[in-house]
Nanobody, 127 residues
Framework: AVLLLESGGGSVQAGGSLKLSCVVS????????MGWFRQVPGKEREGIAG???????FYVDSMKGRFTISRDVAKNTVYLEMSDLKPDDTGIYYC?????????????????????WGQGTQVSVSS
């Protein structure tokens, strides 16, 4: 069975850092493209960063600078390091797999192309 399990969220003060993990079972992240997303209160789910084919990293422009994506294929885990967190970063953070291979091949980073979502991990940033 496919399972994605996010962890590492928590409550931090503004300016703090967190490192999120997404442990995957049921498929290999080495041959599938993965993405990190978040849903903040009152807004639609949005993309943060992802791995395209051959492990190429991609970042949404607005997320560049404070977010760093990485992966450990041997552990079948993807990571999202977040720094200089702001109250606006409060939300639920998810990882997911590119089911249509469109983003993987260089296409648009679209929430609609991703599936096998994890349950998410809550990040709360206080001012």
């Amino acid at each position: 069975a496919v399972l994605l399990l996010e962890s590492g969220g928590g409550s931090v003060q503004a300016g703090g850092s967190l490192k999120l993990s997404c442990v995957v079972s049921g498929f290999s992240i080495g041959v599938h493209c993965m993405g990190w997303f978040r849903q903040v209160p009152g807004k639609e789910r949005e993309g943060i960063a992802g791995f395209r084919r051959y492990g190429t990293m991609f970042y949404v422009d607005s997320m560049k600078g404070r977010f760093t994506i990485s992966r450990d294929v041997a552990k079948n885990t993807v990571y999202l390091e977040m720094s200089d967190l702001k109250p606006d970063d409060t939300g639920i953070y998810y990882c997911a797999r590119d089911l249509r291979n469109s983003f993987c091949g260089g296409g648009y980073f679209s929430v609609a192309d991703f599936g096998d979502w994890g349950q998410g991990t809550q990040v709360s940033v206080s001012s």
